[in-house]
């Protein structure tokens, strides 16, 4: 299956498939068809198609924007400097990386790290949403403008979005700046860890209740 998930493929995703195959079954599945995508000219020009990574029952999914250089040639999301600085704040967070589940809007890697064309945009949603449908995170946090503007408003600056908590299909979305942007304006980074400490308090919180 060399094309985005839609109406006519959901047969790999059955209702009774889904109750026979647990999320790391489907999830493989879908990263094998995705694997051999070519729906928009980003393809192209690419290396890898960067599926994202972490566990499959992940409470908290991040998004970002799409794979750089570094990810792109090791087909991994966020291994560049943009990456290492976000496992950096990931941990110290609280988190382990391979406890969430990381992403992007686009899984192919814009020429020169542009960002992604709205067809490009378009043509990679249904396999965003697929995965957002399989993994059914507790928690989506945004990592920049381009994911905030997919999943939840178009046009809603991050600066404005980040600190209040968002709805999206029984998900509950938070928004914050980029961890690239953080690199380039060292302003960010308190609000950026203001934000990640949000997310951990209701992720502890909703492991109590
Ligand atoms: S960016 Fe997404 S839609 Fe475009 S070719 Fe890659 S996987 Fe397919």
Redesign the pocket.
């Known amino acids: 299956m060399g094309h ?1 998930p839609d109406g006519s493929q959901l047969a790999l995703f059955s209702a009774s498939q889904r109750e026979q195959a647990g999320k790391p079954e489907l999830l493989g599945a879908l990263a094998d068809s ?1 694997h051999a ?4 000219s ?2 192209a020009g690419c290396r890898s ?1 960067v599926f994202g990574e972490g566990d499959p029952h992940a409470r908290l999914l991040l998004v970002g924007e799409g794979p750089g250089q570094v990810e792109d040639e090791q087909a991994r999301p966020f291994v560049g400097p943009a990456g290492q600085l976000l496992d950096r704040i990931l941990l110290a967070a609280g988190f382990r990386r391979e406890e969430v589940f990381i992403t992007n809007v ?3 890697r814009p020429p020169g790290n542009r960002v992604p064309l709205p067809e ?1 945009v378009a ?2 949603r249904p ?1 965003l949403e697929r995965k957002l449908a399989i993994i059914h995170p507790e928690i989506i946090l945004c990592l920049g403008a381009l994911a905030l503007h997919t999943l939840v408003e178009p046009g809603l600056a991050v600066g404005r979005a980040r600190g209040r908590w968002l709805q999206r299909d029984g998900s509950l979305v938070l928004a914050t700046y980029h961890p690239a942007a953080v690199l380039r304006d060292p302003g960010k980074r308190r609000p950026v860890w203001e934000d990640f400490c949000l997310v951990r308090s209701r992720y502890l919180e909703s492991a109590r209740g």
Not at 37 to 40: G, K, L, N, T
């Open positions: 985005p995705a995508c070519r729906a928009c980003l393809r198609v686009v899984m192919c490009e043509a990679c396999w």
